[in-house]
């Protein structure tokens, strides 16, 4: 029996609650479904790196990394931005490895945004942007991309902004539509915040799956936008690891000194072994210059096997997630969709209203193709054998 508490609740998240994504969890596993629906890979990573992790902690490193991060890895990180996008960050001040990078996107907000400023992002959005905004006192606000490309139109950004805004959230490669930032998106992003005080926050943990040999337009690649921005990127999402919760951030040092002000007290240092292995398996360059062809094989094969059924697949420019419309055919929710998928078909996707906080339905799913060939194949088949209703 669960322990009554006598203290009353005041809760900080009144409307948070149970998820579309803990209903579809629970009844995915009741139904034993395939898993398109987790942005996080079935397959194995490179043995090398659980033998880097091993060898770390065999080798004593097993206490606390300075707060930072290890100084050999926010080398290779700026060695990295500096070869592939052309901005130079100081190790030492300007790159912090953190605790995942939804923990750098926490520690950017909570560093840089004050009770009663605006944050501007755009819907369909990862969930964690507007709670953790919430969270400093501050509004969120939400703009919607076009449908059906998930495009930003600017002159709503530049109506949207006002003597309060503090950050823009943007998110490139985009979960959960797949789409990418242009070079014009970038040049548009410098002009609304130009002679402004709003500072970029840039989710970029798919930097390195983009799609179709194009370029990853991050705010690295803008001089003008890295001098205001906060980039976040992932070591688990780039080399299949997500379980272990490293990431890291970019900015310039007077943003940085404000970020590792919250970091240093939520969590201090990242996991000291995983940020040894890391600096072995990067220091081969690579390790994730392949990912865009490894994850566009996923991709392609993934539309290969869906061209007959009766889903219409929408572009994925990157990242791990193929958006899929059923409106032709369907009346349904999308989340009646997902569930029926499941109960009758036993396959678990993801109902694109998830990703919007006033449940906007435009009869859309997700679809991971972040797994191995028989998983894609086996919900590929299950998905050509949905029937209108």
């Not at 539309?303 to 572009?315: G, I, K, M, T, Y």
Request: charged share 20%; with cysteine.
């Amino acid at each position: 029996m669960a322990i009554q508490t006598p203290v009353q609740q005041r809760s900080k998240l009144p409307d948070v609650g149970t998820t579309i994504f803990t209903v579809i969890g629970q009844l995915s596993a009741q139904h034993k479904a395939i898993n398109l629906s987790q942005g996080a890979p079935n397959f194995p990573c490179d043995p090398k790196l659980i033998a880097g992790v091993t060898k770390a902690m065999q080798e004593g490193h097993n206490q606390y990394a300075p707060m930072t991060g290890l100084a050999s890895l926010k080398q290779l990180i700026a060695d990295k931005v500096a070869s592939l996008y052309g901005a130079v960050y100081d190790p030492a001040e300007e790159v912090l490895v953190t605790a995942s990078a939804s923990e750098g996107l926490y520690s950017a907000i909570g560093g840089l945004v004050h009770p009663g400023d605006e944050v501007i992002y755009f819907e369909p959005s990862f969930d964690s942007y507007a709670p953790i905004v919430r969270l400093q006192g501050a509004k969120p606000v939400a703009l919607k991309l076009s449908l059906p490309d998930f495009t930003v139109d600017w002159d709503e950004v530049r109506t949207a902004i006002t003597p309060r805004t503090r950050m823009i959230i943007v998110n490139t490669p985009h979960n959960p539509s797949g789409q990418v930032f242009s070079a014009h998106d970038l040049e548009m992003l410098a002009a609304v915040t130009r002679d402004t005080d709003i500072v970029i926050l840039s989710d970029e943990v798919y930097e390195h799956i983009v799609f179709d040999g194009k370029k990853h337009h991050g705010m690295a690649t803008h001089p003008q936008l890295a001098e205001r921005s906060v980039i976040v990127s992932s070591f688990g999402k780039t080399f299949h690891v997500t379980g272990w919760r490293v990431g890291y951030c970019l900015a310039p040092a007077a943003l940085m000194d404000e970020i590792c002000k919250v970091h240093q007290f939520l969590m201090f240092s990242a996991d000291t072994p995983m940020q040894y292995a890391f600096a072995d398996y990067m220091s081969d360059p690579q390790t994730y210059l392949s990912l865009a062809a490894f994850y566009q094989r996923k991709r392609d094969l993934m539309q290969s096997l869906l061209a007959d059924s009766p889903f219409e697949l929408l572009p994925s420019g990157g990242s791990f997630f193929l958006l899929a419309r059923f409106g032709h055919f369907s009346d349904e929710s999308d989340s009646e969709m997902v569930k029926r998928l499941i109960t009758d078909y036993g396959v678990a996707t993801i109902p694109l209203s998830a990703f919007y906080t006033d449940g906007t339905d435009n009869k859309i799913i997700r679809l991971s193709f972040a797994k191995d060939e028989a998983t894609l194949r086996a919900g590929a088949e299950a998905l050509c054998r949905v029937k209108p209703r």
